[in-house]
C-alpha cells in the first residue's frame, strides 16, 4: 500500500512558477512509477507528466514549461511548474503505479492522492 500526499498548489498570476511536491509512504518508492495529472473545472482528468528510471514524459501542453523530478532518498516526487498559464488551472493529482512503464492513461495507476489546487490568474 502506498499513500501519497500533495502539496505546493496555490494561487498565482500567469507567467508566475510553482512547485508540487508528492510525499509517499512506504519503502519500495524507486519501484514505482510516478505522474501527475490534472483535472480542471468542467475537464476529464488528463496526464500531465510522469518519471521513471529511464527519464521524463510530459504531455504536449506543458513541455517546455513543466518539470518532474523525484527524490528516492526522501520518497518524493515533484512538478515544477514555470510559464503557467490560465488554462493550467486546475486540481493536481500525484499518481502512482509500481513497475518500470509510466502511463497516460489514469486507470492504469493503482495509487492516487487527494490532489491539490493550482489557480492561475491572468
Known amino acids: 500500500q502506498v499513500q501519497l500526499v500533495e502539496s505546493g498548489g496555490g494561487l498565482v498570476q500567469a507567467g508566475g512558477s510553482l512547485r508540487l511536491s508528492c510525499a509517499a509512504s512506504?519503502?519500495?518508492?524507486?519501484?514505482?512509477?510516478m505522474g501527475w495529472f490534472r483535472q480542471g473545472p468542467g475537464k476529464e482528468r488528463e496526464f500531465v507528466a510522469a518519471?521513471?528510471?529511464?527519464?521524463?514524459y510530459f504531455a504536449p501542453s506543458v513541455r517546455g514549461r513543466f518539470t518532474i523530478s523525484r527524490d528516492n532518498a526522501k520518497n518524493t516526487v515533484y512538478l515544477q511548474m514555470n510559464s503557467l498559464k490560465p488554462e493550467d488551472t486546475a486540481v493536481y493529482y500525484c499518481?502512482?503505479?509500481?513497475?518500470?512503464?509510466?502511463?497516460?492513461?489514469?486507470?492504469?495507476?493503482?495509487?492516487w492522492g487527494q490532489g491539490t489546487q493550482v489557480t492561475v490568474s491572468s
Open positions: 499518481a502512482a503505479v509500481s513497475g518500470s512503464r509510466y502511463y497516460t492513461d489514469a486507470s492504469r495507476y493503482d495509487y
Open positions: 512506504g519503502r519500495t518508492f524507486s519501484s514505482y512509477a
Open positions: 518519471i521513471i528510471w529511464s527519464g521524463s
